[in-house]
């Protein structure tokens, strides 16, 4: 079977390969079968693995987007009469603090401006007066912007308020290196449309089994969504509590062999080749940087819109669009922004194709290239 091959430049679901798409296609099978129990034991080990946590870790799987991971670790990881503090500058962690309001959780909500890092005297500050704080939270790679958060500094500060540290790690995880010893995280999170380069339906949170063990008596605020009753199910059965995602779990299986083929350290590389790409092709053609490059993750990079009258992401986008590359908006409230991401199974040579056509779409839309600013 042959099957286009589309280069998607959105925050995910990625470019994924052809054998990773076929693995879906397989016999029809009861996710009840120990054959399949024994895939997804495989799966919680290497999801573990990934991040280089050893025995004290552990993998519990669900069926949803990457944001029921962040729904599960807020509602199911705070203990009575504590607090959670959401170290914010930007989006996802905006989120972060609507799960906490939609929950009623107390929590602060302490806010930095999108472009710049969060002020760590502030987070120790705030963890200093408000002792009922038991988990800190925050997002690795601000996927909106692009920014890199300092989460092995933020997760000290944590665990010496003896708070725990959560870490959205959705955007980076399985793409830029996270050791969960070095980096001072408790609990981490991913998808499998994301870094791994699998299919949507499967999130996955790694963390501490003895703080899940711990959060068996903590309010329970969730049926569906709560962390240690899914844990618990997985420790007695090796399955999910309801039904997987099953066809997504045999493209993950694939999508993992592929990973640790690859490796870390050459996967890094190539995420990194294809975003100095994408960097050297907005430069050519003028466009500005909204984070400053030496905070940027590595993995997404946000372009300012030009002061051009003909200007209309929409008819760019449809023009890349119609040619096989799939371009995305921005996040961020107060500029008109879009980006071009480097996850997926991706690389170099795809983003030279992709600027061939993305200047034809600026040039058939009327823009000017270079691209024009006011300032
Ligand atoms: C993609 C992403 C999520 C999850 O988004 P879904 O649309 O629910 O998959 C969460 N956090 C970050 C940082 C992300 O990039």
């Known amino acids: 079977m ?3 091959r589309n280069i998607l430049l959105n925050p995910g679901p990625s470019t994924t390969t052809d054998s990773v798409k076929m693995a879906q296609v397989v016999p029809d099978i009861c996710p009840r079968e120990k054959e399949f129990a024994g895939m997804m034991k495989g799966l919680r080990e290497d999801f573990v693995k990934i991040v280089h ?6 993998a519990v799987l669900f069926c949803g987007s990457g944001t029921i991971n962040m729904d599960i670790c807020l509602n199911s990881l705070l203990p009575a009469n504590k607090k959670i503090l959401v170290v914010n500058n930007g989006a996802y962690s905006t989120r972060a603090a609507e799960i906490c309001e939609y929950y009623g959780l107390p929590f602060i909500d302490l806010k930095f401006p999108i472009d710049e890092l969060p002020d760590l005297g502030v987070v120790e500050k705030t963890l200093k007066e408000n002792p009922d704080i038991a988990l800190v939270y925050t997002t690795h790679n601000e996927t909106g912007t692009g920014i890199l958060n300092p989460i092995k500094e933020i997760g000290a500060l944590a665990h010496e308020h003896n708070a725990i540290f959560v870490v959205d790690t959705t955007s980076s995880y399985a793409m830029r290196p996270i050791n969960v010893y070095e980096d001072n995280i408790d609990f981490c999170m991913a998808s499998a449309q994301k870094g791994i380069m699998a299919m949507t339906g499967l999130s996955f949170i790694v963390g501490k089994k003895s703080i899940i063990e711990e959060s068996k008596n903590y309010p329970k605020r969730s049926y569906y969504c709560n962390l240690y009753l899914q844990y618990e199910f997985f420790e007695k059965t090796g399955e999910m509590h309801f039904t997987p995602p099953v066809q997504t779990i045999y493209a993950t299986r694939q999508a993992l062999d592929e990973y640790f083929k690859e490796g ?3 996967k890094w590389a190539r995420h990194t080749r294809v975003f100095e790409a994408i960097h050297k092709g907005l430069a050519e053609l ?4 909204v984070i400053k490059r030496e905070w940027q993750t590595g993995l997404v990079v946000s ?3 030009p002061d051009d009258p003909n200007w209309d992401f929409e008819k760019v986008h449809d023009y890349c669009y119609e040619r096989g590359f799939t371009i995305y908006p921005g996040k ?4 008109n922004t879009f980006r ?3 996850l997926g199974a991706i690389d170099e040579k795809d983003i030279q194709d992709f600027f061939k056509v993305f200047k034809k779409a600026l040039e058939h839309t009327g823009v000017t290239v270079p691209v024009i600013y006011k300032d």
């Open 2 to 4: 042959k099957i286009k």
């Open 53 to 58: 946590g050893k025995e004290d870790y552990t």
């Open 264 to 266: 870390e350290a050459k």
């Open 286 to 289: 003028g466009f500005k940087n």
């Open 303 to 305: 372009a300012i819109y």
């Open 332 to 335: 961020i409230s107060t500029t």
């Open 340 to 342: 071009l991401c480097a």
